[in-house]
């Protein structure tokens, strides 16, 4: 059972943005830890794409972008392109756990 | 380039053993956590387990605690997940991936392996 929640799914014409958001709870994301975000394409291994709340690996495209005001983080994506479908989940860690917890994930579907 | 190789999946009876392997390279293996993640067939990412790079801190979700245990030999570059006391619900594409950091709250996971389904059925 995911601890962190997500939209089940956005979808958008190809240019447009979407935005997902994660939210988790005063253990995890409201206690200030890192969130970081991955894309699977159905059938393929997950690839992360932002860290650390904002912070994009070298070979994502600037179009993906994270943000965090407080304890909400988001994932956009503009300029959709066929590309950029898939599942996307964010990251993080809860205390009480005392381990790492992923998102419930949103399928990101191109019009 | 960082490459991780997955092993020992297939198909075993409720209550039965499996060992997982991850094979690295590319990297210092021993400066990194290493992490194991599943996935059940059509469902959402499970983070399952994680180990230091040095071996000696092990971490365990409940849904596995007391039936895995996480191990790594860094002179082999390789770490593993002994699966024992398997049930339906163990059943997933197991992926490993490296962890930023040695150890801690703040590790990320990049890359990851290609995975291995482990399918638990009589």
């Known amino acids: 059972q995911s601890v962190l929640t997500q939209p089940p799914s956005v979808s958008g014409a190809p240019g447009q943005t979407v935005t997902i958001s994660c939210t988790g709870s005063?253990?995890?994301?409201?206690?200030?830890?890192?969130v970081h975000w991955y894309h699977q394409v159905p059938g393929t291994k997950p690839k992360l794409v932002i860290y650390r709340d904002t912070h994009r690996p070298s070979g994502v495209p600037d179009r993906i972008s994270g943000s965090r005001s407080g304890a909400s983080p988001s994932l956009a994506i503009s300029g959709l392109q066929a590309e950029d479908e898939g599942d996307y989940y964010c990251?993080?860690?809860?205390?009480?756990?005392?381990?790492?917890?992923f998102g419930t994930g949103t399928r990101v579907t191109v019009l | 380039e960082v490459q991780l190789l997955e092993s020992g999946g297939g198909l075993v009876q409720p209550g039965e053993s499996l060992r997982l392997s991850c094979a690295a390279s590319?990297?210092?293996?021993?400066?990194?956590?290493m992490i194991w993640v599943r996935q059940a067939p059509g469902k959402g990412l499970e983070w399952v387990s994680s180990?230091?790079?040095?071996?000696?801190?092990?971490y365990y979700a409940e849904s596995v605690k007391g039936r895995f245990t996480i191990s790594r030999d860094n002179p082999q570059k390789t770490h593993y997940l002994q699966m024992n006391s398997l049930r339906a619900d163990d059943t997933a594409t197991y992926y490993c991936?490296?962890?930023?950091?040695?150890?801690?709250?703040?590790?990320?996971?990049?890359?990851w392996g290609q995975g291995t389904l482990v399918t638990v059925s009589s």
């Open positions: 590319g990297f210092t293996f021993s400066s990194y956590a």
């Open positions: 180990i230091s790079g040095s071996g000696d801190r092990t």
């Open positions: 005063s253990s995890n994301i409201g206690a200030g830890y890192d």
């Open positions: 991936a490296k962890g930023r950091f040695a150890s801690g709250a703040y590790n990320w996971f990049d890359p």
């Open positions: 990251q993080s860690y809860d205390s009480s756990l005392s381990g790492y917890v």
